[in-house]
C-alpha cells in the first residue's frame, strides 16, 4: 500500500440510489416534493424530534431561508464565529445583516459562549452557533442567553447530521437548524441541505418562503382552493432525484456514522503517542456531545510550520488539507462583518489545523500508513 494515493474523501454510495432515482423517474414526478422527498422529510423529523423537515437544494439555502424567516433587516446583527463556512454569513449579508464575529473555544473550535454576552447590541437579532466536525456548541448555555436578550438561534449544524448534545439532536436545539447533504459530509446527495423548523410559528412561513412566497404546499393539502404570492420567497426545493439519492443514504445513516466512528477511532488511538509528545493535539469531544465522526483533524504545535506537513504528506500521495479561512480576515468578511474582541484563538486554531483523509470504508492499513508518514516527518523535524 505504500504508493497507493489516499483521497482526502471518497463519497460513498449504499447501493440503492441508482434503483430509488429510477424509481422516481418511472412514478413520472422529477420535480421536488415528491414521494422520495416526503419520506426523507418523515425520517428527518422521527430523528430529530423537530416540527417540521424542509429539504432544501444545499445548506446554504437552508440558512438563507433561517435569514428570511427571522425577518432580518439592514443593519441587524448576528452573533457568529469567524471560524466557519462562508455560507453562515452570506445568508445574513444577504438581507442585510452584521455577522458579528466572535472568538472560538480552544477545544471544540466552537463558538465561544462565554463570549456571546458581551457582543449583544441593540441591534442583535440572533446567534449563530456552528457544530464544528460534528461536535456541539454549549447549547444550554447558548439558550439561556437568547431567552434572557429575546434573540433566536439557528444552528449551523451542517456537519451534525447524528450528532446530539445531551441526548437531543443537533439542529433541533435552536429556532431553526440547517442540515447539509453535500457530498463532502456524511450523508449525501452531492448538493442538497434540510432546514429544520422546531419554533411551531416559524411551519407555515418556512413553507411559504421555501415555495416561491407562495401557500402552494396547503393548497396540495387542500387547506386552500387556490394559491397565491403571499411573502417574499424563493424556489429553494431540491429536485425529486436528489430526493431519491438522499433516502438511499438516510436508510443506512446509522451504519454510515457507526464505520466512521471506527475509523475516527482508530486515529485516536495511533496519534494519542504523537499527543503525548507535545507535536499535536487530537480532538476533543466534551461529556454529553455525541458526535459523528464527520472529521478527524488535528491541531500540530505552534513551532511547526503546517504548510511542509501538508507537503511531505502530498509527496506520500496522501491528501490531506487545513480547513477554513476565518471570516473576519476576508475581503468581504471586513466589508460586511464586523469583530469583537480578540479572535486570537481562532486566528491560531485555524493556522495549525489539518484534517486527515476520512470516508467510509477507510482501510486501517491506509490510517496507518497516514499516522505513520506524519508521526516519522513531524518526529524528524521537530
Known amino acids: 500500500m505504500a504508493n497507493e494515493k489516499i483521497p482526502f474523501n471518497k463519497p460513498y454510495m449504499t447501493g440503492k440510489e441508482l434503483y430509488y432515482i429510477a424509481e422516481a423517474k418511472f412514478g413520472n414526478m422529477l420535480a421536488g416534493d415528491g414521494p422520495f422527498t416526503k419520506r426523507c422529510h418523515r425520517w428527518l423529523e422521527q430523528k430529530t424530534g423537530?416540527?417540521?423537515?424542509?429539504?432544501?437544494?444545499?445548506?446554504?439555502?437552508?440558512?438563507e431561508m433561517a435569514a428570511l424567516l427571522l425577518d432580518i433587516q439592514p443593519g441587524d446583527e448576528v452573533i457568529m464565529p469567524s471560524f466557519t463556512f462562508v455560507s453562515t454569513a452570506n445568508a445574513?449579508?444577504?438581507r442585510g445583516g452584521v455577522p458579528v464575529f466572535v472568538d472560538i473555544r480552544e477545544d471544540t473550535l466552537n463558538l465561544d459562549e462565554r463570549l456571546i454576552e458581551a457582543a449583544?447590541?441593540?441591534?442583535?437579532?440572533?446567534?449563530?452557533?456552528?457544530?464544528?466536525?460534528?461536535?456541539?456548541?454549549?447549547m444550554d448555555?447558548?439558550?439561556?442567553?437568547?431567552?434572557?436578550y429575546g434573540l433566536k438561534v439557528v444552528e449551523d449544524a451542517a456537519q451534525g447530521v447524528i450528532s446530539s448534545y445531551k441526548g437531543n439532536a443537533l439542529g433541533s436545539i435552536g429556532d431553526l437548524g440547517a442540515y447539509s447533504f453535500h457530498e463532502t459530509k456524511n450523508v449525501i446527495s452531492g448538493e442538497g441541505g434540510a432546514l429544520l423548523v422546531n419554533d411551531p410559528e416559524l411551519a407555515l412561513r418556512a413553507e411559504i418562503i421555501r415555495e416561491k412566497g407562495t401557500d402552494r404546499s396547503r393548497f396540495f393539502r387542500?387547506?386552500?382552493?387556490?394559491?397565491?404570492?403571499?411573502?417574499?420567497?424563493s424556489s429553494f426545493l431540491p429536485?425529486?432525484?436528489?430526493?431519491?439519492?438522499?433516502?438511499?443514504?438516510?436508510e443506512e445513516a446509522e451504519w454510515i456514522t457507526n464505520d466512521r466512528l471506527a475509523s475516527w477511532g482508530r486515529y485516536h488511538e495511533l496519534l494519542a503517542p504523537l499527543e503525548a509528545k507535545g507535536i499535536l493535539r487530537r480532538p476533543v469531544i466534551p461529556e454529553g456531545c455525541q458526535h459523528n465522526a464527520h472529521m478527524y483533524y488535528v491541531l500540530l504545535a505552534p513551532e511547526i510550520d503546517r504548510q511542509l506537513v501538508l507537503n511531505e504528506l502530498k509527496r506520500n500521495e496522501i491528501y490531506s488539507v487545513f480547513h477554513y479561512v476565518p471570516l473576519h480576515s476576508s475581503p468581504a468578511g471586513q466589508?460586511?462583518?464586523?469583530v469583537h474582541g480578540s479572535l486570537e484563538m481562532t486566528n491560531g486554531q485555524a493556522e495549525r489545523l489539518i484534517r486527515l483523509?476520512?470516508?467510509?470504508?477507510?482501510?486501517?492499513?491506509?490510517?496507518?500508513?497516514?499516522?505513520?508518514?506524519?508521526g516519522q516527518f513531524l518526529g524528524k523535524h521537530y
Open 357 to 374: 483523509p476520512l470516508w467510509v470504508g477507510i482501510a486501517a492499513e491506509q490510517q496507518g500508513q497516514i499516522v505513520n508518514v506524519l
Open 239 to 250: 429536485g425529486e432525484l436528489i430526493a431519491a439519492f438522499l433516502w438511499a443514504q438516510l
Open 335 to 338: 466589508r460586511y462583518g464586523r
Open 92 to 94: 445574513f449579508v444577504l
Open 50 to 63: 423537530c416540527n417540521k423537515a424542509l429539504l432544501t437544494h444545499s445548506c446554504t439555502a437552508a440558512l
Open 120 to 138: 449583544i447590541t441593540p441591534r442583535t437579532k440572533a446567534i449563530v452557533p456552528v457544530h464544528y466536525a460534528g461536535v456541539a456548541c454549549k
Open 222 to 233: 387542500g387547506e386552500v382552493d387556490k394559491y397565491t404570492w403571499q411573502e417574499v420567497g
Open 141 to 148: 448555555t447558548i439558550m439561556a442567553i437568547a431567552r434572557r
